[in-house]
């Protein structure tokens, strides 16, 4: 499905990429994608942002990833969740979809009590019903979920939260254009990673998760456009994320995103 357009991407903005241990144990990821759910063209671009997700993580960290379709009714996810080390969720309004299947949630959960790591992007931590919202908070960190919950279209100012994270490594101040959900309802432990300036407010868009089972999640709630692929703070955001997730060291200058 269109996959020269990534295809170009990647020819036009490739970045370097940094030596790694070819004896280096490779960590084995999950990039999880839905088919178009109705939003514009170059908007909610799931698999072709996994496919850029992908060549990212393997080009600059010892991460072996296997690109996966989770149309429902998934029958197979119980028995990939077994066989990985860490799950990138970007699909639709996902916090549902994680609690419409039982079998789906409790191997979720399963996984999750031996430390995989879980990141999630954009409205892969949406629900439109509140009811899937806590759930979800208690494996991701986070979600955008119920009737109050918020989002715009706004070119701003993202800014690191403050403090130190290896997520952060090599990471400044930026700006954006992004559909960015806020007003997030997160778990009580998450750490902001960067914020978002909106209607004056600076609002936490991304977060890392030191779960009570000892794993770790990410997510960050940009990434409605897939332009923003093109933006080196995004990719090295995203990858940095998910290495943290799956216990993957981060050199202090982070990867090589540009």
């Not at 990039?31 to 908007?43: V, Y």
């Not at 806020?182 to 407010?201: E, N, Q, R």
């Amino acid at each position: 499905m269109c996959g020269w357009r990534w295809l170009t991407f990647l020819f036009i903005f490739g970045f370097s990429a940094l030596p790694l241990d070819a004896q280096a144990t490779k960590k084995r990821v999950l990039l999880l994608w839905h088919s178009p759910d109705g939003h514009p063209k170059d908007t909610h671009e799931y698999q072709l942002g996994q496919k850029i997700l992908k060549a990212t993580l393997e080009k600059h960290a010892p991460i072996e990833a296997t690109l996966a379709c989770a149309d429902d009714p998934w029958r197979e996810g119980p028995d990939l969740l077994a066989k990985t080390d860490g799950i990138v969720l970007f699909v639709s309004e996902g916090a549902k979809w994680l609690n419409a299947n039982d079998a789906r949630l409790a191997a979720f959960k399963a996984n999750a009590k031996r430390g995989i790591g879980l990141s999630v992007l954009h409205w892969g931590m949406g629900t439109k019903d509140a009811k899937n919202i806590k759930p979800f908070v208690d494996l991701f960190g986070g979600c955008h979920g119920g009737p109050d919950r918020k989002y715009a279209v706004v070119s701003t100012d993202v800014k690191i939260a403050g403090g130190k994270h290896p997520i952060l490594n090599g990471l400044a101040d930026f700006k954006a254009r992004d559909e960015f959900y806020y007003t997030l309802k997160l778990a009580k432990k998450v750490t902001p990673l960067v914020t978002a300036d909106i209607d004056g407010t600076s609002h936490p868009v991304a977060w890392a998760y030191e779960r009570d089972d000892g794993g770790r999640s990410f997510g960050f709630s940009g990434l409605h456009f897939h332009e923003n692929w093109q933006l080196p703070e995004y990719r090295r955001l995203v990858a940095q994320g998910v290495m943290w997730t799956v216990n993957v060291p981060i050199s202090k200058a982070g990867i090589g995103a540009r």
